[in-house]
């Protein structure tokens, strides 16, 4: 069973603009990762963050957690045609393990 | 720098065949995850090793699936026989301890 789940499940902008996905999780978790995949290629890690922090950013990225609502955010800020892709939220484990949510598919329009 | 590397990359084979995916770890990663991807599934941790030891393979769908790693540098993923529902991508990952996983592009395998 997946542990993270995004929403919304489907998301399409332009460019410039903002993107924002959301995911829940069940359990008490380590870290949070989020994860990009472009069509046909495996998963690229974009960020993490450890349960005992709150935000945290890289470059165009945001991503938020809360962990008493168990939720994480991912912001993406002017958003590029080049960020057309799945994005996947996944939680981990005390044993190292990554559970994956069902992603968010991000269409960038020019 | 090269990164996880698996191979075929496509695999069309036929039901009852026997079909072996391939994995070269990045140097140095001490973790060799499998999963596989499907639409209605999504993404399935399938087994993952540390030190080239099996350590969970609750995620291996049954007895006709099963996965080695006879040193650090290679893993291979067998199903025999193979079945149509088994039609997937099937990804590798490797990583360090704690560290975030590195994907290999993936095999793409259809049973007919």
């Known amino acids: 069973s997946q542990q993270g789940e995004e929403d919304p499940q489907a998301l399409s902008i332009q460019e410039g603009e903002n993107a924002t996905m959301n995911c829940s999780y069940k359990t008490s978790i380590n870290n949070l990762q989020w994860y990009r995949q472009n069509s046909g290629r495996g998963l690229v890690h974009l960020i993490l963050?450890?349960?005992?922090?709150r935000e945290k950013h890289s470059g165009r990225l945001r991503v938020t957690l809360d962990t008493s609502k168990k939720s994480s955010s991912l912001l993406i800020t002017a958003s590029r045609a080049a960020d057309t892709a799945s994005y996947f939220c996944?939680?981990?484990?005390?044993?190292?393990?990554?559970?994956f949510g069902a992603g968010t598919q991000v269409v960038v329009t020019p | 720098d090269a990164g996880v590397i698996q191979s075929p990359r496509h695999e069309v084979t036929e039901m009852g065949q026997e079909v072996t995916l391939r994995c070269k770890p990045i140097s140095g990663h001490d973790y060799l995850f499998w999963y596989r991807q499907t639409m209605m599934r999504g993404l399935e941790l399938l087994i993952y090793?540390?030190?080239?030891?099996?350590?969970?393979d609750s995620g291996m769908p049954e007895d006709r699936f099963s996965a080695k790693m006879p040193n650090a540098s290679f893993s291979t993923l067998k199903i025999q026989p193979s079945e149509p529902r088994d039609s997937a991508v099937y990804f590798c990952?490797?990583?360090?301890?704690?560290?975030?996983?590195?994907f290999g592009d993936g095999t793409r395998l259809s049973i007919l």
């Open positions: 996944a939680t981990t484990d005390s044993w190292g393990k990554l559970q």
């Open positions: 990952a490797s990583s360090l301890y704690g560290q975030p996983q590195h």
């Open positions: 090793f540390n030190n080239n030891v099996p350590i969970d």
């Open positions: 963050i450890r349960s005992n922090e």
